[in-house]
């Protein structure tokens, strides 16, 4: 009867130690994985800063295109309308002459 209840408190003994040494070790198993799984995230973290990061960057190079389009237009606009102004001014200067020498044939 006492072997018996001895060899069972050896059996519980075991057991329990198993039951420690294996939530040890899944402890560390844990503490490894999240390590890693830290570094991992800190790339991931890092990845997505830096391509949010070039997302801005084409953005703001876009914007910028956009901007000297704009620009470009305008001046080609303002250009076109100077060089009508300047157009219609000699068409003035045309129509002017025209009327004068219709004058002078009209006084001879």
Do not use: A, I, K, L
């Amino acid at each position: 009867e006492e072997r018996r209840r001895e060899r069972e408190r050896e059996r519980e003994r075991r057991r329990e130690r198993g039951e420690r040494e294996r939530e040890r070790r899944e402890r560390e198993r844990e503490e490894r994985g999240e390590r890693r799984g830290g570094r991992e995230r800190e790339r991931g973290e890092r990845r997505e800063r830096e391509e949010r990061e070039r997302e801005r960057e084409r953005e703001r190079v876009r914007e910028r295109e956009r901007e000297e389009r704009e620009r470009e237009r305008e001046r080609r606009e303002r250009e076109m309308r100077e060089r009508e102004r300047v157009r219609e001014r000699e068409r003035e200067r045309v129509r002017e002459r025209e009327r004068e020498r219709e004058s002078e044939r009209e006084g001879d």
